[in-house]
């Protein structure tokens, strides 16, 4: 059975660089076609996709939030993790890692449960 779990602060300060690690169990993350993404949702707002690393380590991002993402992996421990820096209140939202089956996004069939993280001073 496959499962994720994300792991990070609940409170990071504005300005500051967020950082996320989600725990893969059950399959590899080198596993073919698993496209391990990040996605968030913030209050009164709609699921945001942020960034996903492939299985050979490939990363693709948003567009909107390039200039400030980072995803990498960490084989040996099985998990992947997301930077945001720079963050600001707007960045408050509760944070998810999720699989992908499909490189052309979409196909999300495992999630973890979410976390929240809230940016103020």
């Known amino acids: 059975q496959v499962q994720l779990q994300e792991s990070g602060p609940g409170l990071v300060k504005p300005s500051q660089t967020l950082s996320l690690t989600c725990s893969v169990s059950?399959?590899?993350?080198?596993?073919?076609?698993?496209?391990w993404t990040w996605l968030r949702q913030s209050p009164g707002k709609g699921l945001e996709w942020l960034a996903v690393?492939?299985?050979?380590?490939?990363?693709y991002y948003s567009p909107s939030l390039r200039s400030r993402t980072s995803v990498s992996r960490d084989t040996s421990k099985n998990h992947f993790t997301l930077q945001l820096s720079s963050v600001t209140p707007e960045d408050t939202a509760v944070y998810y890692c999720a699989r992908d089956r499909s490189h052309r996004g979409g196909f999300y069939d495992v999630w973890g449960q979410g976390t929240q993280v809230t940016v103020s001073s």
């Open positions: 059950g399959v590899s993350i080198t596993a073919s076609a698993s496209y």
């Open positions: 690393i492939d299985y050979i380590d490939v990363t």
